[in-house]
């Protein structure tokens, strides 16, 4: 991975960036294919700052070791405003069932995140018959601000991201003035705002090897036992009458 470093991330310090040490995360029997990674990010401007963030974390999590897709919200409908089985619709959801992990990534804008952001996680169910397509996923969220910097769009990504029953790691970046901190390639310049972006990749990188081998054992519940076993015996019940 280092070798491809200088092309890939040439704005950081080679030195120190370190690749994960899987064993000190996962357990025996644990899955062993590389972390799946969702990128959704909230802005359809020709020069999105959002989208040049959301490559820039690809970059790096695929330097760590993950499979990285990122999603187009481009022809995206409101929610509600089509059917599920919409194209854009279906594509989305079916990236949110293959990923084990999601970054989030919205410009702030009126001081929130965007619609386009919220829409694309309005169109993620919270469940689909018995499957939750995001519970026990990891999730890391960043913003980006044309003005100083802000944590309103962030707050309300991690608020969403506890309603989807996500784990949403500690660490968050905002990016502010994110005009200034791009170069004319669309590359992320070195700057605190960069590194604090690495660590936000590295350390979802590092929850996601920690949650995914035991997150239906973490999201296991009291409350969906009983129901469970209370639908179990209405049915014998109704087979003995």
Known sequence: ??????????????????????AALA????PSHPPRILILYGSLRERSYSRLLAHEAARLLRWFGCEVRIYDPRDLPLPDGAEPDHPKVQELRDLADWSEGMV??????????????????????LTVGSRRPTQGKTLAVMQVSGGSQSFNA??????????MRMVTIPNQSSVAKAFQEFDEAGRMKPSSYYQRVVDVCEELVKFT?????????????????VESAEELSRRVNQRAI
């Open 1 to 22: 991975m280092s070798e491809a470093m200088p092309m890939e991330l040439p704005n950081l310090d080679p030195a120190q960036l370190m690749a994960i040490d899987t």
């Open 154 to 163: 962030v707050n309300q990504l991690r608020t969403l991201g506890r309603w």
């Open 209 to 225: 090897w920690l949650v995914r081998g035991r997150s239906a054992y973490l999201t296991d519940r009291y409350s969906e036992r």
């Open 104 to 125: 989030w990534v919205s410009p702030e804008r009126h001081g929130a995140m965007t619609g386009i952001m919220k829409a694309q996680i309005d169109w993620i169910p």
């Open 27 to 30: 357990a025996p029997g644990d």
